[in-house]
């Protein structure tokens, strides 16, 4: 019985002693409750496993097992260069970090935390695969999974700039990557397209986030003050060294920006000039490139680049953002809304504003208005190069812009210039024009002038405008041209006359 005794422990009580003494089973002792690793447990844990990863192959030189074929980019302190593996042939790429001899350790840490994160991370698809890491006296070797598809950078400067429902697709696989990655209290510190890769050169390459160099730990609630990043790119607040995770955010909202327009929405000659508009914050969705982009593409910016990270949303907000629902069928629907703001602007001008606008068409190449020739072919269902008021209202009902048939025949009338109850290709390119931007093309403007002065006295006057209108067009219709635009009432337009009629 004294056996028996001794086995309670400390932690019972005196009526569980007292019912083992009487023959009767003492209670199960209940184990403490698991505690649950923290966030700062799982780094150290992780570091840990990079470190024996780090040495796991120490003593075998990289060389013994891969060949390097060709390189592919490099750094201050590193190159990535492709790689095979000498028994399987398989390719890979790796990156090799040349050994700083001023600060070995803060080095090695670095390399450490690199690896631990990109092991964290792994379980990510648009996470580049890590395979595994050598050490020799010189480097540091990081066997990494080869992408073939190159840079999305080379894609945007290959493609201009990509359609709402590529861009959302590209978009989509970003944020759901930021936020597993901010999840897991890691901020990359250098999203930009150069860093983002494609795994193959096929439709459905698979976005691989790349460069995990700068890339750190950050708790919610934490701030970090070390300067990262690159100009175009960077946040705000990591200029004031003083930022969190949401720095990712805003580089995010900057891609999203370039996809959708071609360019940075902080632009400059040098980089101390993109610094300061970065830290202004202030951009705009001026220009032709933003006039066929949905007001949800535009939000979805709006709600990334704000300066008050308070305000700024986060990866798992936006990637409930309606823009991803709409961003499918964007094209047309913008391009809907976008035809009927300029069939309006075109039917609000003066009468010689819309004839000098079609003469001023003519001079346009076709590589000036692609986008607009594909749009009238793709009305033009006979391709007699007419379309009729019924071609345009099936045209803009497609797309989801149709307008109450009256104003459809006022705007229709407005745009056929010469009368013939059909729009040509020269009167629809005219109505589509954005009139400012051409304003400002001195040359064509001048070339326009001088197709209407047909005498070539530096006047239009009505007689020249006769000879240009429709045929059957009366001197008077003329006459009252002339006097919309006639400022000091000589009874002729003047050059100064006509290019300030033209920036109007």
């Not at 003593?59 to 074929?69: A, L, Q, R, T």
């Not at 504003?353 to 076709?366: E, G, H, I, P, Q």
């Not at 000036?368 to 033009?380: G, H, N, Q, S, Y």
Request: aromatic fraction near 6%; include cysteine; charged fraction near 30%.
């Amino acid at each position: 019985m004294g056996n028996l005794c001794s086995c309670v422990g400390e932690g019972q009580t005196n009526a569980a002693a007292a019912s083992a003494q009487n023959g009767q089973a003492a209670p199960a002792k209940q184990a403490a409750p698991k505690k649950e690793p923290g966030p700062m447990d799982i780094i150290e844990q992780a570091l840990a496993e990079a470190q024996r990863e780090l040495d796991k192959n120490k003593g075998h030189d990289f060389n013994d097992k891969y060949k390097v074929s060709k390189l592919v980019g490099h750094g201050a302190f590193a190159k990535v260069m492709i790689c095979s593996h000498k028994d399987t042939h398989e390719k890979f790429a790796v990156k090799t970090v040349q050994k700083n001899q001023e600060d070995p350790g803060k080095q090695r840490e670095g390399i450490l935390k690199e690896i631990a994160i990109m092991r964290m991370l792994c379980d990510h698809p648009n996470t580049i695969k890590l395979y595994e890491v050598f050490e020799d006296k010189e480097s540091y070797h990081l066997i990494l999974e080869l992408c073939s598809g190159g840079e999305l950078f080379d894609q945007i400067i290959a493609k201009g700039h990509f359609s709402e429902k590529d861009a959302s697709e590209k978009m989509h696989c970003l944020l759901d990557f930021i936020a597993y990655a901010h999840s897991k209290n890691i901020i990359h510190r250098d999203l930009k397209p150069e860093n983002i890769l494609l795994s193959d050169k096929t439709q459905h390459a698979i976005l691989k986030v790349i460069d995990f160099g700068t890339s750190d730990f950050c708790l919610d609630g934490q701030r970090l003050s070390q300067k990262f990043g690159t100009p175009y790119y960077v946040a705000p607040e990591v200029l004031k060294k003083d930022y969190d995770k949401s720095a990712d955010i805003w580089s995010a909202g900057v891609i999203m920006f370039i996809l959708l327009c071609g360019y940075p929405p902080f632009g400059g000659k040098t980089d101390a000039k993109i610094l300061q508009r970065v830290q202004a914050g202030q951009y705009s969705f001026d220009g032709k490139e933003w006039e066929v982009v949905t007001e949800a593409a535009k939000d979805m910016i709006a709600h990334m680049l704000v300066m008050d990270i308070a305000k700024r949303a986060t990866a798992k907000q936006l990637l409930q953002h309606r823009w991803f629902q709409v961003a499918a069928t964007a094209p047309a629907a913008a391009l809907g809304a976008h035809m009927v703001k300029r069939l309006r602007a075109f039917a609000g001008m003066s009468r010689m504003k819309r004839l000098a606008l079609v003469v001023l068409a003519r001079t346009l190449t076709d590589n000036d208005v692609k986008r607009l020739r594909e749009l009238f072919v793709a009305m033009d269902t006979n391709n007699d190069g007419r379309i009729d008021s019924n071609d345009l209202h099936k045209a803009l009902e497609k797309v989801g812009a149709a307008i109450d048939e009256s104003e459809m025949q006022d705007l229709f009338h407005a745009s056929d210039i010469d009368g013939s109850g059909q729009i040509d290709y020269e009167e629809f390119i005219a109505a589509m024009l954005d009139s400012n931007r051409v304003a400002r093309r001195k040359e064509a403007v001048r070339k326009s002038f001088e197709e209407l002065d047909k005498d070539g006295d530096g006047f239009i006057t009505a007689e020249d405008l006769v000879k240009v209108m429709p045929r059957g067009s009366s001197i008077e219709l003329a006459r009252e041209m002339v006097n919309e635009v006639d400022k000091n009432n000589d009874g002729r337009v003047d050059y100064a006359e006509f290019e300030k009629m033209m920036q109007s």
